[in-house]
């Protein structure tokens, strides 16, 4: 094949705009391309395969981008389209001797099937070189190949079935492999006779084609099977054994020669042939439509491989087209050639291609030829078509096949469709649902009209006044909604002006809807609850958040309280909300909203007044705001504490005093401020529980400052209110045991005499003490009985003592037993002081013999003596000898002893140490010794004895500074262990 290019044939295309500017550009060998704007391009762009064949061409069939093409001279063509230099030849017979009576291709393009006029049939694979003829179906016609499309092996066509002239219908499965057994004569296995089209005569089968469809089963395959003769259209519909042996098709013919009906059309004016063809996407998918062309015209329609109409049945939709008529002619011209694309049907007349619409039946292409055509043919997997005559091949390619397609759609009003063919073109879509608005206005069915309006670029106003002259305000509604939805977040002044809108037309609404019935209607509940939920939306929070007051306003006006606090507590203005409960004695409510909103301050401001309405429930409500996340500054609701009339609101105080208790015994307040309200709070309202307060305090507090209330202004509210027994335990506790003791006096002589034993480290002060009570008790009481008991309970009280309280009347009798049980007591002291007398003197005879003997005591040191610390030899130098044996060096000594000795001790010693060695460089002979030295001899001696009291005094082995080591740890911090080990 020649790689020359021709120039591109448009004189004939009257699709084509004659200003449109051509640029060529070379694709491949073969071919040319004119790139135009999409615009202005035709449907279907022609291109013609610039070689001379070496004789006519008579067949042509293109797949998988795969051509085969049969000459006149029995020679066989082969292309790859996508390497047109590569071309590929096949003698199929001697010239003259035979005729190719049909070609057939498969959807790979690495299969073909050879019908010759002689009725031989012949297989070619894409690598072979040699057809090989199939003998079994010698004596018979191939009109028509039904191929598997889910095939896709090299080596094998999978199972097909073949249509005949005579009306049969076989199945058979083709390979490459020399070693099947199809090629070993045994054919039954591989060709069989599935169904034979009865009729008055034998009908060609122009037409089979069949593919799977959806099924659930898990044993089984669904197959569709159209089979077209010249006058009519059959359907096969029904089941496959995934397991079933070959041939797998004869299950499913079957059950229709077993009674069954077969489906089928019959249309008149049957012309002899008739032609079907299907339609499927690029990408191998399921057939979407189908074209026959018959008769009377071409019949078309959609395949419903879902069985939604009938399960007998795939074909839906169906539509005729009639055949156009010419001019001058007065019969319909046949066609003899059809190719269907997704929108198009081709047609073949004589020397003319035309291509018509399917959805409106226009005629949109119309070309003529020098040459009459052949034939066409679309390649199902890339969608080019081809057309040839007998010296040349044409392409056509298909470009842009779907852009006027929504305006067809949109004519037939058929909307939803026109939507999906305008694609990406925003003109387009625009136009299509201005249309739909306007037949949906029309129609009356405005509230779809309105969403659709909202989509258009249609004037807003103009689109708005129509909705506004309607009694029902829904749609207007809907159009407003949806031109919300639309709006950029920048645009925030339409936004304003949009969401004002709605909520005057929302409240309008309710307020019709309120007027009309005495109760809320169930349509008054939906557009309220219509209305929150479009208040609640982010977009319009937003948007009113800046403009709260224009919303207020607005709800005001209509008088809606209910959605007047919607939108408070949507804006979470709850302060207005609270004073709205408030000014409507509303306060249960009031406090709710008080509860549930964050704000602590306004805890502060409105407690005032709830706690004097609702104080059970005000004071639950602090207690139950303590969280992580909120607190309450108890200092704070002082002002709403004390905002009660303890006279009148008995039940106000309680409430206050259980607020305060949960702070001081929960929150562990210590707050001298609400300690001290505690307090006076008790003294009015609760005074059982005022000594049980004092008591716990004096618990938690080790002393006077760690209190968390006022002990005098305890004093003075305790005086003030009468509370005499906690006036005495305060007094006790500020240590004023006088002033309790003589408060104590005048309510319990027992209380006295409580406080009178508690100063117990103050022993004249708690003498005094009793002797006041039991002055008390024998002036002011008289019961000189009692008073005699006191020498029982205090030890510190003699008869003594409180004779002088003693009226001069009374007699002996009173105090006798006292007196005697007095002297009884001193006559024992006598005696205990007695004997301690003779132990003390006989301890000090002993005394005197231990020091007497202890002069005369002395020790011997041996020369090989050595020290105890050092191990030296002891007479080197001075040392010490302990009545224990043990020797010392005196500075090792001291040295061992220093550690040991507190911190004044040891810098004692060491200041010796430094006087005795100046002493000793300046010691004189002592014949020259003066006054002065002598002197100085006498202070040097002082030393050396006040040396020896301090590290001499005992034994540092046997000694108390051994017993006190006993915790000291062998070795120190700061010493290395290695040196233990």
Known sequence: MASILDQYENAQASYISPSTKRVQEPLGPGFIDVRLPDSELPIFCKKKINFKPEDSITHLVVCNNFLVLAMKHGVLMRLDLEHAEDTDKVELFKPGEERIHKLFLDPTGRHVIISLESMENSYLSRNSKKPKPITKLKGHHIDSVGWNWQNEQENTTGSILLGTSKGLIFETEISTNEESRFWQGNLDQYLKQLFNLRGPSAESITGIEFDRMPSDSMTEYHYYILVSTPGKLYQFVGSVSKTAELPMFQQLFQQYEEGNKVQFQEFPGDFGYSELRLYMAKNRGPAKKFAWMAGPGVVYGDIDIMGRQRPDTVLCNQMHMRYPQEPDQKAETKPFGMALTEFHVLLLFGNKLKAFC????????????????????????????????????????????????????????????????????????????????????????????????????????????????????????????????????????????????????????????????????????????????????????????????????????????????????????????????????????????????????????????????????????????????????????????????????????????????????????????????????????????????????????????????????????????????????????????????????????????????????????????????????????????????????????????????????????????????????????????????????????????????????????????????????????????????????????????????????????????????????????????????MAALSTKMSAKAELDDLVASECIYCGIYMIRSIDKPFIEDNEDDKGWV
């Open 358 to 933: 399917l959805l409106n039946e226009q005629m949109i292409y119309d070309e003529q030829y020098p040459d009459d055509l052949l034939g066409i043919w679309r390649d199902p997997s890339k969608g080019t078509i081809w057309v040839y005559t007998l010296k040349n091949v044409f392409k056509y390619k298909v470009t842009l096949e779907a852009r006027d397609v929504w305006q067809m759609y949109l004519d037939k009003k058929e909307f939803e469709l026109a939507k999906q063919y305008c694609g990406e073109n925003p003109v387009q879509l625009d136009k299509v649902l201005t249309k739909q608005a306007e037949f949906l206005f029309n129609d009356r069915r405005y509230q779809k009209s309105a969403e659709m309006y909202a989509q258009t670029q249609n004037s807003f106003e103009e689109v708005a006044l129509k909705f506004i002259r309607l009694d029902d305000k829904d749609a207007l509604r809907t159009l407003l909604h949806k031109k919300l939805e639309a709006l950029r977040p920048q645009d925030k002044t339409q936004m304003t002006m949009l969401v004002t809108w709605l909520i005057e037309i929302y409240l309008n609404q309710l307020g019709e809807l309120k007027e009309q019935q005495v109760k809320p209607s169930q349509r008054y509940r939906d557009v309220q609850q219509e209305f929150q939920v479009f208040l609640k939306q982010t977009r319009v929070k937003d948007c009113v958040m800046h403009n709260k007051h224009v919303v207020y306003d607005l709800i005001s006006s209509h008088g809606d309280i209910v959605d007047f606090i919607f939108f408070a507590l949507l804006m979470e203005d709850f302060e207005k909300v609270i004073s709205h409960y408030i000014q409507y004695d509303d306060y249960k409510s009031a406090l709710d909203i008080l509860t549930k909103q964050p704000e602590t301050s306004l805890y502060y401001k409105f407690s005032p007044l709830l706690i004097q309405y609702i104080p059970k429930e005000t004071v639950t409500a602090w207690i139950s705001a303590e969280g992580p996340n909120k607190h309450l500054d108890p200092k704070q609701l002082i002002p709403a504490l004390v905002q009660y009339d303890h006279r009148k609101y008995l039940q106000q105080g309680s409430e206050v005093i259980r607020y305060l208790e949960f702070c001081i015994r929960t929150q562990k307040n210590r707050d001298q401020a609400i300690h001290n309200y505690l307090l006076s709070l008790y003294a009015k309202l609760q005074p059982d529980k005022l000594m049980g307060y004092l008591l716990d305090q004096d618990q938690e507090a080790q002393s006077e400052d760690e209190l968390c209330y006022d002990l005098k202004y305890a004093l003075r509210l305790c005086s003030e209110h009468g509370h005499k027994r906690e006036c005495v335990h305060i007094y006790s506790r500020m240590n004023l045991y006088e002033e309790a003791v003589d408060l104590a006096l005048t309510v319990d002589v027992e209380l006295a005499k409580t406080e009178a034993n508690k100063p117990e480290e103050d022993v004249e002060l708690k003498k005094k003490l009793w002797l006041r009570i039991a002055r008390h008790v024998v002036e002011e009481e008289k019961d000189v009985k009692r008073a005699m008991e006191f020498l029982h309970e205090c030890d510190l009280l003699k008869i003594e003592d409180i004779l002088p309280f003693f009226p001069d009347f009374v007699t002996i009798d009173h105090f006798k037993d006292a007196i005697v049980t007095s002297l009884q007591k001193y006559n024992q002291h006598i005696d205990t002081l007695k004997v301690e007398m003779e132990e003390a003197t006989d301890s000090a005879e002993e005394i005197r013999k231990e020091i007497q003997a202890f002069r005369n005591k002395y020790a011997h040191v041996k020369a090989l003596d050595k020290c105890s610390k050092c191990g030296f030899p002891l007479m080197t130098r001075a040392f010490y000898l302990f009545p224990c044996q043990h020797k010392f060096h005196s500075d090792c000594l001291i040295e061992e002893i220093l550690p040991n000795l507190t911190g004044k001790m040891g810098a004692r010693v060491k200041e010796l140490q430094k006087k005795l060695a100046e002493r000793e460089e300046s010691r004189q002979p002592a014949a020259v010794l003066g006054k002065q030295d």
